[in-house]
């Protein structure tokens, strides 16, 4: 008897572990979609710093006077 207890309460507690909780699946799912918000808002960024720079490189006087 005391075997079979034993042995449900094994498996039971072995059951529980492996599985996840919806609460852990919705933060595991929005933690994944702040990053790709975050990686997707840094390349942004990082596109419109390279345009502005190619506008002002465009844009500058490159003559210089010489005296």
Same mark, same amino acid.
């Given at each position: 008897? !005391? !075997?079979?207890?034993?042995? *449900?309460?094994?498996?039971?507690? *072995?059951? *529980?572990?492996?599985?996840? /909780?919806? !609460?852990?699946?919705?933060?595991?799912?929005?933690? &994944?979609?702040? @990053? @790709? /918000?975050? @990686?997707?808002?840094?390349?942004?960024?990082? &596109?419109?710093?390279?345009? !502005?720079?190619?506008?002002?490189?465009?844009?500058?006087?490159?003559?210089?006077?010489?005296?």
């Amino acid at each position: 008897m !005391k !075997k079979s207890i034993y042995l *449900f309460l094994a498996a039971g507690l *072995f059951t *529980f572990a492996s599985c996840e /909780s919806a !609460k852990e699946e919705r933060a595991e799912d929005q933690a &994944e979609q702040v @990053e @790709e /918000s975050a @990686e997707e808002q840094g390349e942004q960024v990082e &596109e419109a710093g390279e345009e !502005k720079a190619e506008q002002i490189e465009e844009g500058a006087d490159t003559s210089a006077v010489v005296q």
